[in-house]
């Protein structure tokens, strides 16, 4: 028969097991965790190197690349030739209605973008988009000028509604035979463009030669139309595609459209015809200002 104290040994034994039994499973369960949560911290290293290693390789070294800075757009040089040519062969007859200004700076830069020329005329405002990024030089002849306030106080010349529909503006003699002490070569010409002269177009008028372009230009109030050439079948342009464009209005198309609207002064001696000639509606421009390049 088991004695009393033999039986209380063995409870104790008992109790003694159960409880290293019970520390056992607790250590387990603590390193089951701890390794668990070392594991989770090793995959977000390697997702987060993996993440550093494709921005290094996209985007290459931030040292030498900014992020969102434009492409640097090389400036450009303009060639300004004197008025009249010294070396034309035969020399040119001395122009009256010439105007001294110098020369604008030789380097466009940037050379890209648009900048605002507005016109407060007499019958309204108009504002004009130059185009900076093809026509470079056009834009800064006019920038110069208009800081010189050349075209202030001025009047639009010329308004033909027949063939080609324009207004013709820029020449501070009113003449047509004005311009400024320089000129300067052909931009952007419109030669893949269908119609060649769009409504809205302004572009630079000139005497036919290339090299001639000044101040005065014209503003399209009307498609120009296109014909057929007789001899090659092709299509072409009423208004030959040898005139710089150098921008597009942007407001103020109902400005000239009133002008247009008005008719030629057929009365005016400086009109050659009733479809050719001074606008019945006196077109005085008060100022010409240049903004920024945009």
């Known amino acids: 028969m088991t004695s009393l104290k033999d039986r209380q040994r063995a409870a104790a034994r008992q109790r003694l097991e159960r409880e290293m039994a019970e520390r056992v499973e607790h250590a387990r369960e603590r390193r089951k965790k701890t390794l668990t949560a070392l594991g989770a911290v090793v995959g977000v290293v390697v997702v987060v190197g993996a993440i550093i290693a494709i921005v290094n390789a996209v985007g290459g070294d931030d040292k030498k690349t900014t992020t969102g800075a434009p492409a640097s757009v090389a400036p450009v040089n303009c060639t300004w030739a004197p008025n009249p040519n010294p070396t034309a062969s035969p020399k040119p007859a001395a122009n009256p209605d010439l105007k001294k200004t110098g020369t604008p700076p030789t380097t466009v830069s940037p050379a890209t973008g648009t900048r605002d020329m507005v016109m407060d005329t007499s019958q309204g405002k108009i504002s004009i988009a130059l ?164």
């Not at 030959?240 to 057929?266: E, F, L, N, Q, R």
């Open 131 to 294: 185009d900076v990024t093809n026509a470079p030089c056009a834009s800064e002849s006019f920038a110069y000028l208009a800081g010189k306030k050349y075209f202030d106080n001025t009047t639009c010349h010329r308004l033909t509604t027949n063939g080609i529909y324009v207004l013709q503006c820029g020449d501070p003699t009113g003449s047509g035979r004005g311009g400024p002490s320089y000129t300067f070569g052909h931009e952007n010409l419109p030669t893949d463009k269908r119609p060649t002269y769009a409504r809205g177009v302004v572009a630079m008028a000139n005497p036919g030669d290339q090299d001639a372009n000044g101040s005065q230009f014209f503003i399209v109030y009307q498609d120009v139309p296109m014909q057929q050439d007789p001899s090659t079948g092709q299509e072409t342009s009423v208004l030959p595609a040898d005139y710089t464009v150098i921008g597009t209005v942007t407001s103020g198309m109902d400005v000239v459209d009133k002008i247009a609207a008005g008719g030629v002064d057929a009365k005016n001696k400086k009109s050659s015809s009733a479809t050719d000639g001074v606008p019945k509606l006196p077109v005085n421009i008060k100022t010409v200002t240049v903004g920024a390049t945009q």
